[in-house]
């Protein structure tokens, strides 16, 4: 990991070309994806299969996932797996509970009714990588606040294993989660068909869950014909840290990230240069023990960095200037420094607020916003899963007493139309 001292040049030229790593969609991976998408809008089911047989090498033995099968994953999974993963849907499930919204009504004296409604999505697809990929923590974050919003049918899409058989574990997590279809299919075809429908995969109103590269550009293409959750670039953790910081915790939490992908990038900003030094001296043994050590190495090298800052007030202004997906708060009393964290997809505070307790089990979403994004995205959540719209009746006496005002503002935009649209109301 490189380590820089922060004297106004040396840190931003880093954050510079951080912001490089994810760059735009090349160009060939856009029309390959823009192909995939005609196609399979032309041809439905036929392109998903095609692409399934190409790109994973095998056809499925069912296109859609039986219920049957989905029941036995589930009854003849590891009882400890399945009870760690229903531990974290009560929690997720507690936490996402207290987001739900209530509708309004604002009835006045003089008979005018204004109102809100708030209902859930009629159908929301949900993507799942499989294969070394696999996350069923995902299907959890995902399906949890949909099903509490309200969302009335949830499709998965999943790429089949090699040998053309669903991934047991995501199965477990889809039947404990209350998914109502699974599809074994993958990559930006799987999205395109979500995103139209096929004769056998439903058209849905939004998509989300994690992807490739591929799976990602068909989403960022697709926004408009579907709504999407968010477009995700590779993973981020932020520490900040003191002299109080334990070295091995801060170690720990940034290889955490780094064996995500070779893109990910894992910073720490610290007070203490001998905290830096003893996390970096940390970083080396711990990364010894590691099955995923090669990428980590590559992730540190390339896009990791230790800065070293003057004081707890520069640190938090670095931190809002990264706006990183993960931020962790090592340093003594955190919560003093809650309330100035302003861009941040989620907050650890203190020394066992270890970033994975957020992204299995704590209860907050771990689909949160990258790339600098935290500035103005938030966490993927129940209100991600609702549409709202609004109500509005008017007596004739209190459109009457509105009259003026509307026509004047109508007839300075020059929209006549809408003004004689108030103006017809009360000629004689």
Not at 120 to 132: A, D, H, K, Q
Not at 268 to 282: F, N, P, V
Not at 414 to 428: P, S
Request: contains cysteine.
């Amino acid at each position: 990991m490189k380590k820089i001292y922060a004297n106004g040049r040396d840190e931003k030229e880093f954050l510079r070309e951080l912001k490089k790593r994810s760059g735009e969609t090349s160009k060939k991976v856009s029309e390959t994806v823009s192909a995939i998408i005609d196609d399979v809008r032309e041809k439905g089911d036929e392109a998903v299969k095609s692409y399934t047989l190409k790109f994973d090498g095998n056809l499925p033995e069912y296109y859609e996932v039986p219920r049957d099968v989905i029941n036995d994953s589930l009854t003849e999974a590891d009882p400890e797996f399945v009870n760690a993963l229903l531990s974290a849907m009560e929690n997720i499930s507690d936490f996402h509970n207290r987001q739900k919204e209530q509708g309004f009504i604002n009835a006045k004296e003089n008979g005018v009714i204004l109102g809100q409604r708030i209902r859930g999505l009629e159908r929301v697809g949900l993507y799942v990588p499989g294969g070394t990929a696999a996350y069923p923590s995902s299907v959890l974050m995902n399906a949890i606040p949909a099903k509490i919003a309200g969302v009335k049918e949830i499709i998965m899409v999943t790429p089949p294993l090699k040998d053309g058989t669903p991934n047991k574990d995501i199965l477990v997590a889809a039947a404990i989660c209350g998914v109502d279809r699974i599809f074994l299919a993958g990559g930006a075809q799987a999205i395109a068909a979500l995103a139209y429908g096929t004769e056998e995969i439903p058209k849905c109103d939004k998509i989300v869950g994690p992807g490739n590269i591929y799976v990602a550009t068909a989403k960022k293409l697709l926004y408009g014909v579907v709504d999407i959750d968010m477009i995700a670039g590779p993973s981020e953790i932020l520490v900040l840290a003191d002299e109080t910081a334990d070295p091995k915790f801060a170690a720990a939490d940034l290889m955490s990230q780094a064996e995500h992908d070779v893109l990910a990038s894992s910073i720490m900003i610290t007070t203490s240069e001998e905290i830096a030094d003893r996390t970096l001296a940390e970083i080396e043994r711990q990364k010894q023990y590691l099955s995923r050590k090669d990428i980590i190495s590559k992730s540190l090298e390339d896009y990791g960095a230790v800065i070293i800052c003057g004081g707890r007030g520069e640190a938090v202004e670095l931190a809002n200037a990264i706006a990183p997906e993960h931020l962790e708060v090592l340093m003594d009393k955190p919560f003093e420094l809650l309330g100035s964290l302003d861009n941040a997809g989620s907050v650890f505070l203190g020394s066992y607020a270890s970033e994975p307790l957020g992204d299995y089990y704590a209860g907050p979403n771990h689909v949160l916003p990258t790339s600098g994004t935290a500035r103005f995205f938030s966490p993927l959540g129940v209100a991600s899963f609702t549409k709202r719209s609004s109500y509005i009746y008017y007596t004739e006496e209190a459109l009457a007493e509105a009259k003026e005002d509307i026509v004047l503002i109508a007839e300075r935009e020059g929209l006549t139309a809408h003004a004689n649209a108030i103006k017809v109301r009360f000629e004689d």
